[in-house]
């Protein structure tokens, strides 16, 4: 069974760029949220994806955007990259919560991303 | 102030020490709690969930919730070399699409 995977694993980009990170939910899994963790800190919510729509957003701004998949993958997207958005970057999935709202959120290995 | 709060530690202790990992939050309205553990350059791993007041064990892992206190707890009996990692609290509210908060994380070190 295979869990949450990410890629790429490490991504190295320099200020005012663009990025593009991907995420492929456990089997069985339809809602994505991503996560930022800096070093040394825990992981921040970015925001939530179900049926292909943002569903919940926390504390980052529009230069974050996301997309989700038929298939339940999704993509984050950074752009115009500063210094700052250097951190981990993380993907979780779980069931739909109001299905069941006992359910879990299990994550990836993360894609840490560097900026110069 | 922060939602969650964690100590960062370090924590210190030799093989087979009882460790104690804890957590307190502001929120009331927090009702699932979780610990993870995260390795270094891994992603977190799911340890022990838990819904409102209470304990719950699994192997040598115990959780306790105490939301009067607004606290959570986690316990690990006979630590491993195998246990030295970080380990995260997280919970959220049990209403709709909901985010995790997470604390700071503790890092944990189990000597031979």
């Known amino acids: 069974d295979a869990g949450v995977t990410q890629s790429p694993t490490h991504l190295i980009k320099t200020r005012g760029q663009q990025v593009t990170l991907r995420c492929s939910p456990k089997?069985?899994?339809?809602?994505v949220s991503w996560y930022q963790q800096a070093l040394g800190q825990g992981p921040q919510f970015i925001f939530q994806y179900y049926e292909e729509e943002e569903r919940q957003r926390g504390n980052f701004p529009d230069r974050f955007s996301g997309h989700q998949f038929p298939n339940y993958s999704s993509e984050l997207n950074v752009n115009a990259l500063l210094l700052g958005d250097s951190a981990l970057y993380l993907c979780?999935?779980?069931?739909?919560?109001?299905?069941?709202?006992?359910?879990?959120?299990?994550f990836g290995d993360g894609t840490r991303l560097s900026i110069l | 102030q922060k939602e969650v709060e964690q100590d960062p530690g370090p924590l210190s202790v030799p093989e087979g020490a009882i460790v104690s990992l804890n957590c307190t939050y502001s929120n009331s309205a927090f009702q699932y709690f979780m610990w993870y553990r995260q390795y270094s350059r891994k992603g977190p791993e799911l340890l022990m969930y838990t819904y409102s007041s209470g304990n719950k064990e699994d192997g040598r892992f115990t959780a306790q919730v105490d939301k009067s206190s607004k606290y959570i707890s986690l316990f690990i009996r006979d630590s491993q070399p195998s246990d030295s990692a970080t380990y995260l609290c997280?919970?959220?509210?049990?209403?709709?699409?909901?985010?995790?908060?997470f604390g700071t994380g503790t890092r944990l070190l189990v000597s031979p």
């Open positions: 997280a919970m959220r509210k049990n209403t709709g699409f909901q985010k995790l908060v």
């Open positions: 089997s069985g899994h339809d809602t």
């Open positions: 979780a999935s779980s069931f739909f919560l109001r299905r069941n709202s006992n359910q879990p959120q299990h």
